[in-house]
């Protein structure tokens, strides 16, 4: 976390953009808490992406079940 905070992420992750971290569990405790969590896999030869977040409907709209 220091490592993040000495070069700024803390500037960043308060924006209405998006920012995208690789590895962001290192700094778990930094991320907003609607946060949309995205973690990459590979299943059976095919690409995954599981979604993780408080309130998925809104990253995703009308396609969240």
Known sequence: EDDALAI???EYLPSDGVTALEWAERIED???NDAL?????WL?????????GPDL???L???CP
């Open 30 to 32: 930094l991320l907003p």
């Open 61 to 63: 709209g009308e396609t």
């Open 8 to 10: 700024g992420l803390d």
């Open 57 to 59: 409907d809104r990253w």
């Open 37 to 41: 969590i995205v973690y990459m896999d």
């Open 44 to 52: 059976c030869g095919m690409r995954q992406a599981t979604l993780m």
